[in-house]
T-cell receptor, first 109, second 116 residues
Framework: DAKTTQPNSMESNEEEPVHLPCNHS???????IHWYRQLPSQGPEYVIH???SNVNNRMASLAIAEDRKSSTLILHRATLRDAAVYYC??????????FGTGTSLTVIP | ETGVTQSPTHLIKTRGQQVTLRCSSQ?????VSWYQQALGQGPQFIFQ???????GRGNFPPRFSGLQFPNYSSELNVNALELDDSALYLC???????????????FGPGTRLLVL
């Protein structure tokens, strides 16, 4: 599975949108882009995934660049409960998730 | 629907001892993966079990071993514990049979192991 690059940390004000970037320049055609988050003292939690088209669910939106070499997780209105480490992961046919170190999101009240 | 559960929540062992960690997968899931998460790092894949057979292994020595039972629950065993084995151990289950890269994993809360 290919590697991803994310900023170590980001801050957002409560109630504001948050855009979490991820670079994956070596992505292959069969790689799905997954996002998980890990709240303090909990296991990772699935957020969203996609292949080529932008995706929306109740938690977030995923915007995928046309060349698929980058993607952005969008939280439309950050709440204090969204403070977590966010991981961007590429998955193809292998059975491993390569988590990296993720982006630690701080939400400021 | 019951989520993924792990036991115990915390454990303290001394160097050289052996430890067994347990995981109950989510109802209907036949695949279990184990991860080690050191402080400040992302989870690292240890191995995966699918229908009671090992189905892939990360870069961990043979003293890390596992089992999956007919009810798809799982154990992680670590022999000859070392100080660097201190970490959060995460179990994740998935339904299996999902094509390609779409598989979603559901994680338990983890077992925190401290080796003294």
């Amino acid at each position: 599975d290919a590697k991803t690059t994310q900023p170590n940390s980001m801050e957002s004000n409560e109630e504001e949108p948050v855009h979490l970037p991820c670079n994956h320049s070596t992505i292959s055609g069969t790689d799905y882009i997954h996002w998980y988050r890990q709240l303090p003292s909990q296991g990772p939690e699935y957020v969203i995934h996609g292949l080529t088209s932008n995706v929306n669910n109740r938690m977030a939106s995923l915007a995928i660049a046309e060349d698929r070499k980058s993607s952005t997780l969008i939280l439309h209105r950050a709440t204090l409960r969204d403070a977590a480490v966010y991981y961007c992961i590429l998955r193809s046919t292998g059975n491993q998730f390569y988590f990296g170190t993720g982006t630690s999101l701080t939400v400021i009240p | 629907e019951t989520g993924v559960t792990q036991s115990p929540t915390h454990l303290i062992k001394t160097r050289g001892q052996q430890v067994t960690l347990r995981c109950s997968s989510q109802s209907g899931h036949n695949t279990v993966s184990w991860y080690q998460q050191a402080l400040g790092q992302g989870p690292q894949f240890i191995f995966q079990y699918y229908r009671e057979e090992e189905n892939g292994r990360g870069n961990f020595p043979p003293r890390f071993s596992g089992l999956q039972f007919p009810n798809y629950s799982s154990e992680l065993n670590v022999n000859a514990l070392e100080l660097d084995d201190s970490a959060l151990y995460l179990c994740a289950s998935s339904p299996g049979g999902v094509a390609g890269g779409q598989e979603t994993q559901y994680f338990g809360p983890g077992t925190r192991l401290l080796v003294l």
